[in-house]
């Protein structure tokens, strides 16, 4: 290995493994100092399979309260036939560790003697005066874990009902001020439209736009991928990222575009035309077209000052000269974009269009003058600048379209909700029902022939994905724009703009002391769970809450089934849990968006993108009650079937939709 883990991690496989054998078979490993990881891992796994006799593991698949009934059965098969104390290992994953964390937790509270659980487990009753274990009782009791009691006028029922509320409105006091912040954007952007400016401001605004502009021109040009020679790596390596493309080169464009056109549109405002538009006695278009031109000029001087190249040599020359050029057509093309907008000045709702479009299209022609340039350029520049232009208009593209989705929402998303009838509005509300209910109720059949002869149910899943889903987004947008212009009605821009910080602020303090992991399902889901499956062998030990019905005493944390002072727990409980995937930088992995992880007494990780591990004594402590990861919370997000980020079943819209209306039972974790 490159170097040592610490002591606090994160460990190896190898490690991990060799801890976990050395717990569980009294065999320790030790590896030569210079061994590398693959070197220490083949000596793990000769060390483990030389052993006699050979090790084995119970395992239980997901498939909620069926799988954990299902394996319920084969415990008690296995306990019958004294069985269950041969087993290393219990693997466990969703639903099949509802019934494992029942059995560890049994098996805890017989001071770890997993013979005397098989003992009491595997007995026979053959007449009903027999008496099932008392922990099997208690399941069938609580074989309605989330609401014991049922019935419309159940107090569990309504619990359910009471705490979901709670929390979401706990969630939306986080998210629905920020959404609130950022639909007002466009509205920050007419309202200084509408606004009354000086000429000192203009002449500010278009030095100032002109200034970000060259700075962005200036970085497309500097990191030309076949000027790489005269960027050393360990100088230049952090200017080349995708980051620092978007912190330099995309945000200053995306500013710069938005002051140039306010100050047009306050110059028109003024009563001056295009004609008016002019520099030392040139017309209007040479003066737009010699400014783009020196604009372009200037960039690729400032580049190429900054990496030292020969400005005229060979090749350069004609660079310059396709700069020039290229400059001069987006000149011309800004000069007939504007021509064209002036016709349009009088048409009724002017300024909602323009906010919706103004940037879009000027960084249309920008897309389309890069173009003529690349195009005219092809002879001296490469594959790669041709790929890195492509991926930087990509960005542009990015940015142009969801300024032009969102502008359009905020603007004429309120006008549209009040022209619709109101039983398509209703509609509409239904779509939002059907998108929370089915959003995360995807299905893989177990024949793969199957899922193909049902073409309708891919064919209904892709238009909802597709259509419903986005428009129920887009019908959440629409409302949350009609509260802002009811807020925002004729406002200021300095109103808007204190209305953006203040909604911005708020959001950021909520966020700091409500805790989205605690105000999720996942708490509700995880709770219900330890009472009915944690809490079932603990018997007279139990000391609920006589209102409630919960013992905290109930959970224990993963760690305490592997005590120091005491051999291991066997079987050795493992719980599967996924580890969602929002980015990273593993193609293979992008479909999937999810990896393994695991959990056991001793450590929680994954081996997979380097990941590693960490001592599940130490794992997600809690500072405020010294408690690490839990085997109730470890099961509770093994079995999280609902969640903004699914893994293969992942979708934008979905997501943003199941995070809204708080349908979450995954948990965040370091």
């Known amino acids: 290995m490159s170097e040592i883990p610490t002591k606090a991690g ?91 964390s029942w059995l560890s937790a049994w098996i805890r509270h017989n001071s770890g003697s997993v013979n005397e659980v098989c003992a009491r487990l595997g007995r026979t009753t053959q007449n009903s005066s027999v008496p099932e274990p008392g922990p099997v009782n208690w399941l069938r009791t609580y074989s309605n874990y989330l609401s014991p009691r049922l019935g419309l006028l159940s107090a569990d029922s309504w619990t359910l009902v009471g705490t979901y509320l709670r929390n979401l409105i706990l969630n939306w006091l986080v998210l629905v001020p920020f959404l609130l912040a950022l639909l007002a954007i466009p509205t920050f952007y007419r309202a200084t439209l509408r606004s009354q400016a000086s000429s000192l401001l203009m002449l500010a605004f278009v030095l100032t736009g002109s200034l970000l502009l060259l700075v962005s021109l200036a970085y497309l040009h500097l990191c030309r991928p076949s000027l790489s020679k005269l960027r050393p790596r360990e100088k230049w390596g952090w200017v080349e990222t995708q980051r620092t493309f978007l912190a330099v080169s995309l945000v200053p464009l995306m500013v710069a575009v938005s002051l140039l056109t306010i100050s047009w549109e306050w110059y028109r405002q003024s009563g001056h035309s295009l004609e008016d538009l002019t520099m030392f006695g040139l017309s209007s278009l040479f003066t737009l077209a010699l400014g783009a031109a020196g604009m372009h000029t200037l960039a690729w001087l400032l580049a190429a000052t900054l990496l030292r190249r020969p400005l005229l040599n060979g090749w350069r020359s004609l660079e310059v000269i396709t700069i020039t050029l290229s400059g001069l057509l987006g000149g011309w093309l800004l000069w007939l974009a504007l021509s064209k907008i002036s016709a ?175 105000f999720s399902l996942h708490s509700m889901y995880r709770n219900r769970l330890i009472r009915a499956y944690l809490g079932a062998s603990r018997g007279d030990r139990r000391n609920p809450n006589p209102f409630t019905g919960f013992d905290p005493d109930d959970n224990f944390q993963m760690a305490e089934l592997a005590p120091k002072d005491h051999p291991i727990q066997k079987p050795m409980h493992v719980v599967n849990i996924a580890l969602n995937l929002v980015h990273g930088e593993n193609l293979s992995w992008q479909q999937r968006k999810a990896q393994s992880f695991t959990v056991s007494p001793l450590h929680c990780g994954s081996f997979l993108n380097g990941l590693g591990y960490r001592r599940s004594a130490e794992y997600g402590k809690n500072p405020a009650v010294g408690q690490a990861i839990t085997m109730g919370t470890a099961v509770a997000i093994s079995g999280a079937a609902a969640s903004p980020n699914m893994g293969y079943h992942s979708s934008p819209a979905v997501t943003f939709l199941l995070t809204l209306f708080n349908i979450r039972l995954g948990w965040w974790l370091g």
């Open 10 to 100: 994160p460990f190896p496989l190898s490690q991990v493994l060799a801890e976990e054998s050395a717990e569980l078979h009294g065999s320790p490993i030790n590896f030569p100092p210079t061994a590398s990881e693959p070197e220490r891992l083949k000596q793990v796994y000769r060390s483990i399979h030389q052993l006699n006799p050979p090790r084995s593991a119970l395992c239980f698949s997901g498939g909620g309260i069926r799988s954990a009934t299902f394996g319920l059965g084969v415990l008690q098969g296995l306990a019958r036939f004294n069985l269950l104390g041969q087993f290393h290992y219990q693997s466990t994953v969703s639903g099949g560790g509802y019934v494992g």
């Open 344 to 518: 349009l000045t009088d048409m009724s709702s002017y300024l909602e269009w323009y906010s919706c479009a103004a940037v879009p299209a000027f960084l249309s022609l920008f897309l389309l003058a890069a173009t003529l340039f690349i195009g005219l350029a092809s002879r001296f520049t490469g594959d790669g600048d041709r790929e890195w232009w492509a991926r930087s208009g990509a960005w542009v593209l990015i940015a142009s379209s969801f300024w032009m989705a969102a502008a359009g929402i905020v603007m004429f998303g309120p006008w549209v909700l009040v022209k619709l009838p109101g039983w398509i509005a209703s509609a509409g509300g239904l779509a939002g029902i059907f998108t929370v209910l089915f959003g995360f109720s995807a299905r893989t059949a177990a024949n793969p022939a199957a899922e193909q002869a049902v073409w309708w149910k891919r064919f209904g899943r892709n238009c909802y994905l597709l259509l419903l889903a986005p428009f129920t987004v887009t019908l959440v947008l629409a409302l949350l724009a009609y509260v802002n212009v009811a807020i925002l009605h004729n406002a200021s821009w300095f109103e808007v703009g204190e209305f953006i910080v203040g909604m911005s602020l708020f959001s950021v303090l909520m966020s700091f002391f409500i805790n989205i992991n605690k």
